[in-house]
């Protein structure tokens, strides 16, 4: 099962998205675990649950350059969610980047 983790700054507003990317996940039963946190948690979820994907809100996209240079040596793509993708949680877009940024790390 691949886990696909989303931060923001409070994990409110990524859980609709999340909940919508989950959704998309079980109808085409994809082994993906979508859930989503506030951004202050990042390093203490990397550390217990090691996520395959990392993505941050769009209002949390300063944290990017620190979340890549902190947890970028993990082999962990970590990507910011488009803010048009974000706006009208398109929860099937958000999770096909998702899983194209997994399988082409694994290459």
């Not at 959704?23 to 994809?30: E, G, S, Y």
């Not at 859930?35 to 990017?64: M, N, R, S």
């Not at 620190?66 to 706006?87: K, M, R, W």
């Amino acid at each position: 099962m691949k886990k696909i983790y989303l931060f923001c700054s409070q994990g409110m507003s990524t859980s609709l998205l999340a909940s919508k990317m989950q959704k998309v996940a079980d109808t085409h039963n994809l082994p993906v675990e979508v859930k989503a946190f506030p951004h202050g948690k990042l390093g203490e979820i990397v550390e217990t649950l090691h996520p395959d994907c990392i993505l941050l809100g769009p209002q949390v996209k300063y944290l990017y350059e620190e979340t890549v240079s902190q947890f970028g040596n993990l082999n962990i793509p970590i990507q910011v969610i488009d803010s048009a993708d974000y706006g009208v949680m398109d929860g099937e877009k958000v999770l096909k980047k998702a899983i194209m940024a997994i399988k082409k790390n694994k290459q």
